[in-house]
């Protein structure tokens, strides 16, 4: 005989997530547009909006009031006597002008991970990369090294959707008993400039390939920092890593596959003393592998992107950095899905 539940099923989380698509890509089409930048500091009617934005009449209002439905812009009045403003957050994060800014993760989203998750399920069944390379495209860090403007925006993007973790984590990571610091494809240092900020008496290094070079000079150079660290070029696969106290990787472990994990993880080993710390800052999913969406599905798009890369467990990197030679495996949790995975040498 049936029982009974007391909470009604309903198929409401599912249509949500099915066409969760329908959110993303207006909100990336807002970013993508400028909108939350040109709202900045101020309100504009929706004709002010669709002159400046070059919108037709059509959906013009479905589109910003859906905007208000998401929680990203606020409205006064309606339709043709609305006016339309930025939330606190979107003004924060989404004006480009603001240091800030996140959208250069979003406009990478829009323009280039968006079509290519269409091709998932054929990843799935190949497990091969399906972005620019099934076209016979460079590899994406290839194509990236080649093009100074796309190597410029995808940093940009990396540096923005990463720069409350590298906050979080050179305030709450006990330096006190360290004194050097190397972020091992450090990009634009900005992982560097915080820890230097938040903890004067650590020297830091941000070492990458060169092309990234004058990224990381102007961004040091706008924190107040030039001088202050090191920027050193090299390749991570065929050069010994700067010796230091503490060796970082912000999303670097989860673009490679586990024989690639290892050599990363071997090298920082290798460049650390006794009771140094490798510091791996990435979406740890959790040992269950039933709470971190994000890093799950963050999983499925190294599978879109990278040719064996996959995010991964706390457990799955204790298995790797203890067979290394790591002691004393931890998690420090920093902001939204991202942790940090402590391990000391």
């Known amino acids: 005989m049936e029982t009974t539940s007391t909470t009604q099923v309903n198929p409401s989380k599912i249509m949500q997530v099915a066409t969760g698509f329908f959110a993303a890509k207006t909100l990336l089409t807002a970013v ?21 934005l070059k919108l037709h ?58 079509p290519f998750w269409n091709d998932l399920e054929e990843g799935l069944k190949t497990g091969l990369p399906q972005n620019e390379t099934k076209n016979e495209g460079k590899p994406i860090f290839e194509a990236l090294y080649s093009d100074p403007q796309k190597l410029r925006e995808f940093m940009g993007a990396m540096g923005g959707i990463q720069k409350a973790n590298f906050i979080a984590f050179a305030k709450q990571f006990d330096f006190s008993p360290y004194k050097t610091l190397c972020d091992i494809g450090g990009a634009g240092g900005l992982l560097a400039a915080q820890v230097t900020l938040n903890n004067p008496h650590m020297k830091c290094t941000t070492f990458d390939m060169a092309p990234v070079t004058p990224i990381a000079k102007e961004n040091l150079r706008n924190f107040g920092l030039t001088g202050k660290v090191i920027i050193t070029s090299g390749d991570f696969f065929t050069d ?106």
């Open 32 to 52: 993508n547009m400028g909108l939350f930048t040109i709202l900045a500091n101020r309100s504009l009617s929706g004709k002010e909006i669709q002159q400046k």
């Open 57 to 114: 009449n059509r959906s013009l209002y479905d589109f910003l009031d859906a905007l208000v439905a998401l929680g990203f812009l606020q409205r006064s009045g309606l339709k043709e006597t609305s006016t339309y403003k930025n939330t606190e957050d979107s003004d924060l994060f989404l004006d480009e002008n603001k240091a800030s800014y996140i959208g250069g993760m979003l406009v990478m989203c829009n323009n280039r991970l968006y």
């Open 240 to 345: 010994d890593f700067p010796k230091a106290d503490v060796i970082t990787m912000g999303n670097i472990l989860h673009d490679w596959g586990k024989e690639d994990k290892k050599m990363l993880i071997k090298k920082a080993y290798n460049a650390l003393p006794k009771g140094g710390a490798l510091v791996i800052i990435e979406n740890i999913i959790d040992d269950d592998r039933r709470k971190n969406s994000f890093g799950l599905l963050m999983s499925l798009n190294m599978l879109i992107e990278t040719t064996q890369g996959y995010d991964f467990t706390l457990a799955d990197f204790s298995e790797l950095a203890q067979k290394i030679g790591f002691g004393k495996i931890s998690i420090m949790p920093l902001t939204g899905p991202t942790s940090a995975a402590i391990a000391i040498k």
